[in-house]
């Protein structure tokens, strides 16, 4: 089993729904953990940190549960823009390592 | 406007080839990190600084070396390019600190090809 797992997606989505995806991770001592945005051909750009408490930054929701060992990511009003790929990564047992997932896909359709 | 550049965009080198891949950051950051990124894997780390002079390994460092002589510029180098090693690398930068080294901040990153 791989440590962070994301579903590869594509998630095709008409504009203006509303789409969630989630990360599993396998270590349950990983305490911080965060999701990133890549657009086609660029690099990823810290998206949002998601902590015990979770998190909302405008149409953007994450969330963690612990019990079951995944992060969430709740997008509302999807637009066109938020075509990407959407990567989890996962803080591990080294302060300085991040454990990435291979990211899902998300297609905004007009 | 933070900044971490990576000086090629695409390469292509032949096998049996010393590679190097360079990465300069201006935001004074401690840390600085290779990745490689490849279809369906994700991003899996090289090597890693945190300080000058310093590195450690990462997850797959076998065929790869790095040099930190100054705070900014952090080098991967292909001691022998094989045509496994094709592949997106991205160098990343962060502070240090339990919270602050978290968000990371990524280079335009090199496509390699080896032939």
């Known amino acids: 089993r791989k440590e962070v797992e994301q579903d590869p997606g594509p998630f095709n989505v008409p504009e203006g729904a509303t789409v969630a995806f989630n990360c599993t991770y396998s270590?349950?001592?990983?305490?911080?953990f965060f999701w990133y945005r890549q657009d086609c051909r660029k690099e990823p750009k810290l998206l949002m940190s998601v902590y015990s408490s979770g998190n909302e930054d405008g149409r953007f929701t994450a969330q963690l549960n612990r019990a079951s060992q995944y992060i969430s990511l709740l997008i509302r009003d999807s637009k066109l823009s938020d075509s990407a790929t959407y990567l989890c990564?996962?803080?591990?047992?080294?302060?300085?390592?991040?454990?990435w997932g291979a990211g899902t896909k998300l297609i905004i359709k007009p | 406007d933070v900044k971490v550049t990576q000086s090629s965009r695409y390469l292509v080198k032949r096998t049996g080839e010393k590679v190097f891949l360079e990465c300069v950051q201006d935001m004074d950051h401690e840390n600085m990190f290779w990745y490689r990124q490849d279809p369906g894997l994700g991003l899996r780390l090289i090597y890693f600084?945190?300080?000058?002079?310093?590195?450690e390994k990462g997850d797959i460092p076998e065929g790869y070396s790095v040099s930190r002589e100054k705070k900014e510029r952090f080098s991967l180098i292909l001691e022998s390019a094989s045509t496994n090693q094709t592949s997106m690398y991205l160098c990343?930068?962060?502070?240090?600190?339990?919270?602050?080294?978290?968000?990371?901040?990524f280079g335009s990153g090199t496509q390699l090809s080896v032939l």
């Open positions: 990343a930068s962060s502070f240090r600190g339990a919270a602050a080294n978290e968000k990371l901040f």
């Open positions: 990564a996962v803080k591990g047992d080294s302060n300085y390592q991040l454990i």
């Open positions: 600084s945190y300080d000058v002079k310093m590195k």
């Open positions: 270590n349950s001592a990983s305490q911080s």
